[in-house]
């Protein structure tokens, strides 16, 4: 029997395989242009498979865009909050993989914990996907390197700037720098700054990743400009990230640092007025509806993958 296929960090599957989701995706993405939006794919490769997806925390472009990708890969899903669920009422997470590697064909999971997904993905028989944890957002990176990469081309050699929070958003760019050869500049406070473990990986692994604290040396000269809330969910210290975040907010003078044609990406929700201006989020350089919608056809193509259809 072939190995499950979880998709939980991107630091963990070859870059062969996320090359094969991306161009997979910008396959399907192009075969049904202009159809609405129900309609299956031809080939329907999940015909027959349902997802369950679990959800610790709030979202609304996760819940929907997986469940529009299941529908549009002619499968279909289940969806709980996990409050909902006896895993809210302390029902170990073991048990529920077992119990649902017998209902269901695989799990997505939104959750607090990193740790309580990789004991998921321990105990389940079905593949396991990292709908956002507080160590990384792995579908959300495939969306958006979707995205730089039909409007700016190969993504490899480029230079993407992550302006704010090392947060888990900016994990998994770090985790894909590696795999997917473009340079990532993170400019953050010393004392938000990413993951030690996450940028020493990301050097064994020739990975070309630089930090610093100066948001205008991480973005000179790049193509793609980057940033996300400065509290994530499950942050408890609002007032001291607000400050130490402050001078990091992308405006048009941070952009105009850039290359001329940079883009804006951010995974939304953005909070105006503070990552971002309302200029830059609502300028010509932004692309983050695009991006939005991408979380469908990256997560079609990331199913897939899963699924063995990739
Ligand atoms: N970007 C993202 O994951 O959005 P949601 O929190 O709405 O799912
Ligand atoms: N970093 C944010 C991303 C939300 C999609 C959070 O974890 O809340």
Redesign the pocket.
Known sequence: MSQVRHFIDLWKIEAADLRAILDDARARKAARLGWPKGRPDADRPAQDRTLAMIFEK??????FSFDAAMRQLGGDVIISNASDMQLGRGEPIEDTARVLSRMVDAIMVRANVHEDLERLALNAQVPVING?SDRG?PC?IMADILTIEEHRGPVAGKTLAWVGDGNNMCASFIHAAPKLGYRLNIASPAVYHPDLVDLARAAEQQGMVHTTDDPREAVKGADVVMTDTWVSMGDTDHDERIDALEPYQVDEALMDEAKSDAVFLH???AHRGEEVTDAVIDGPQSLVWDQAENRIHAQKSILAWCFEKV
């Not at 709030?58 to 819940?63: D, G, L, P, Q």
């Open positions: 709030h979202s609304t472009r996760t819940r956002l957002h959300q995974c939304l929700p």
